[in-house]
């Protein structure tokens, strides 16, 4: 089991992209009485309290670099042991701070791109560039880039960026939208349906978020802060998914009676619709092998 904990570095991300539902979290996150920025402090408690195995992510609902001490957090990760992943738009970032982590050996590190129609609202102006153009120079562990399918198709990278990465002979990836299990809708798409039935078991439920309040919500997808597991600052990690909330998340995966989030994800399936898909890959597989002679029609493993 792959654990991670994704570092929302702040509440109320000023990149605002279209497709990201910022009213919900900023709407939900007022509960808790937080701070809106999460304090080194609070990020060295916590990640204090990590077990070894659990991956440093810096994503959740926030633009990471937003936050000035992002750096410190990062480079504080991997002194004392921890893989550190991180996904960013480039704002916020300079290429001074770039130079700082350079030798991290990042487990990934994905670059989201500003498109040609402005979905994503980032800021390509001369700081963008630097940061940019030092993140490629200085050839940043398992970095990738990516835009997302819009409404009308594959978005188009920013001209300048997109000439830069053609420079350097790098292609971006495509990624599609959700509509973050329901929170925020997308033109053309009908809404989730509510998935009935046993559910498979989700790895996003061990990818868990902590706010800057200290409290930790179960998932990327969580933007009405449904699920909140604990807080990792009144309490150790593994108690997170020992306390009354994460449970219940557990008995809604066999029980379709208890509205769980993950019942409205696009990312969830069914164990049956599982089982059906291994079914289909196997067959595909052994007819495959059939058609090369590696196996006798008739036999399987």
């Given at each position: ?18 497709y ?17 920025k999460?304090?080194f ?13 659990v ?16 750096t ?12 550190v ?9 300079t290429?001074?701070q ?56 594959p978005e188009?990278p920013?001209a ?21 299990a ?8 009908k ?11 989700c790895?996003r ?26 807080n ?9 998914f ?26 969830a ?33």
């Open positions: 089991m792959n654990r991670s904990l994704l570092i929302s570095t702040g509440i109320g991300c000023g990149v605002l992209c279209s990201c539902p910022q009213a919900s979290i900023g709407m939900a996150y007022k509960q808790f009485n937080g701070p809106r999460m304090s402090d609070l990020f060295k408690q916590c990640t204090d309290k990590l077990p070894k195995d991956t440093v992510d810096f994503t959740g609902y926030y633009e990471p670099f937003l936050n000035p001490d992002c410190q957090m990062i480079l504080y990760a991997h002194q004392i042991g921890l893989a992943r991180l996904s960013t738009t480039v704002m916020g970032l290429a001074q770039v130079d700082q982590f350079k030798h991290i050996p990042f487990t990934k590190f994905a670059v989201h791109l500003p498109d040609t129609k402005g979905l994503t609202r980032i800021i390509v102006d001369e700081a963008y560039l630097q940061a940019f153009q030092r993140l490629i120079d200085c050839s940043i562990s398992n970095m990738a880039f990516h835009v997302h399918e819009g409404n009308e198709g188009a920013h300048i960026v997109d000439a830069v990465l053609r420079a350097h002979g790098l292609e971006p990836e495509n990624r599609w939208i959700n509509t973050r329901g929170n925020i809708e997308i033109k053309g798409r809404p989730p349906e509510r998935l009935l039935g046993e559910l498979a078991m790895p439920i061990y990818q868990n978020v902590l706010m800057p309040s200290g409290d930790v919500a179960l998932c990327c997808m969580d933007w009405t802060l449904a699920h909140v597991i604990g990792l600052v009144e309490g150790d990690y593994e108690a997170l020992e306390g009354p909330v994460f449970q219940e998340v557990l008995r809604g995966y066999k029980d379709d009676a208890i509205d769980i989030l993950c019942r409205t994800c696009e990312v399936r069914t164990r049956e619709q599982v089982e059906k898909q291994t079914r289909l890959q196997q067959f595909v597989a052994e007819t495959q092998a059939i058609r090369e002679g590696l196996i006798e029609s008739g036999q399987s493993n």
